[in-house]
């Protein structure tokens, strides 16, 4: 297939240790290789995003200067646990042409106030309540209009053990606003509340989320991130709560409300395998879950992007599946591999997240479903086979087709896409 010659490109830089590039192949898809040096990464993504994130940030430095001017706090609090993504930041700033310092507090603090006053719907299963032994995790993320993108990503840092991960987000974005990553941890947060006790100077969840993403392994370790991240006064929330799920490789999934001072209400689930944040789904006849039927639930609802991430005990770092939606929850899903080496370009770009919204919605709803049941078979047949390549102790061919599946089912998503008639202008203006 065309997109051979793309793979080949990218497993060959990374056997001569390149781990950066942006991998092309003969026709038009292309995939963006996201692994490296803070420095690397940061100077590629900026590649890539780069009018993007500096629109973003102009935006933002003209509607905030005082929030550019107070954000000292958000620095020091990176320099003492992650001063990488300063590294990575500074390399993003140049590239773009804008002063570094300021682009770090930006970082800090750019989801400032933009909650939009219902924001988000999330659900977890595992045990009983799935098919497959295999631990479920979905959010609809719903706020004020951005352009949405998604990638693999991991940062090479010496004396560090990073985890690489899947964040979907704001194109422009270096942080997630839900993950899942290499460990098999899948995570996402939602405002829940007010904090009694606001504290306004440090790191939101956006950049809590990415701590988590990169340093815990299980629901435990995340909790114990929180935990350290209130005693220490790292965390500052402003005055909305956040509930936190997350689910992990091993079956577990936990939910908890984290406020500035203290992390409460942890709830492990138990016997039913399931939990929710609000709505109605599931009713007890929709159990055992997968992750179609988790995608389906809010087909109909409204939202900027969506992830369904579906983790096996087996092999995580390999078959953890991240069900992708950018655009309207009606809007295709595609299933990514973890084990793949890349993320292709329209995913990471914001070109599908353009597609989905511009394609007419109702042909969409109804369609859809169908295209994820297809690409859900396809799916089962590669992870079978990769399984057995790792039972054979093949990491090089698992990586190879999990590889051609992602890009494979990307094209496939963007094809469908394509075939749907186009929305007119008043739908695709709906935010």
Known sequence: MLWKSAIAVVLAMMTLGLRVAIAEEESTAKCIVLEG?????????AKLNGKKIKADFERFARENQNLLKGGTEYLEI??????????????????????????AIYLGAKYRGVNAGHECISYAATGKATTGDKALLHKLRQNRFRLQGAYFKKIVVQGKCLHRFFRVGDVHGLEPCMFVNEKGLASCHVQCGRDPQPRWKGWMTHSLS?????????????????????KEGYYAGGKIGTR?????????IVTALQHAKAVSKIDWARERGFVLNKGKFPREDDLPLDALAMNEALRKDTGLCSLTAEVPKEHPEFLTCAWVSLGNPSSVYVPL????????????DGT?????????RARMTTEAQ?????????KQKVEHQVASLLKEGKKTE?????????????LAAQEFVRSLPRADKNEQTVR
Not at 37 to 42: I, K, M, N, Q, S
Not at 245 to 252: E, K, P, Q, V
Not at 370 to 378: G, H, I, R
Not at 398 to 410: C, G, K, P, S, V
Request: negative net charge; glycine residues 6%; hydrophobic residues 40%.
């Open 244 to 252: 936190w799920t997350f689910a992990d490789a091993s079956g577990d």
């Open 37 to 45: 040096t803070p420095e690397e990464v940061g100077g590629e993504f």
């Open 370 to 378: 169908q295209f994820e049941k297809e690409a859900q078979e396809k």
């Open 210 to 230: 990415r701590y988590l993403a990169e340093n815990a392994a299980t629901c435990q370790e995340a909790l114990d991130i929180l935990e350290m991240t209130c």
């Open 78 to 103: 990176t320099k003492r646990l992650a001063p990488y993504w300063l590294a990575e930041a500074t390399a993003v700033a140049k590239e773009i042409g804008v002063d570094p310092t300021l682009f």
């Open 398 to 410: 698992a990586i190879e087709m999990l590889t051609e599946f992602n890009t494979d089912i990307t």
């Open 352 to 360: 599908l997240h353009l597609l989905n919204r511009s394609a007419d």
């Open 337 to 348: 591999f973890m084990g793949g080496r890349g993320t292709p370009v329209s995913i990471a």
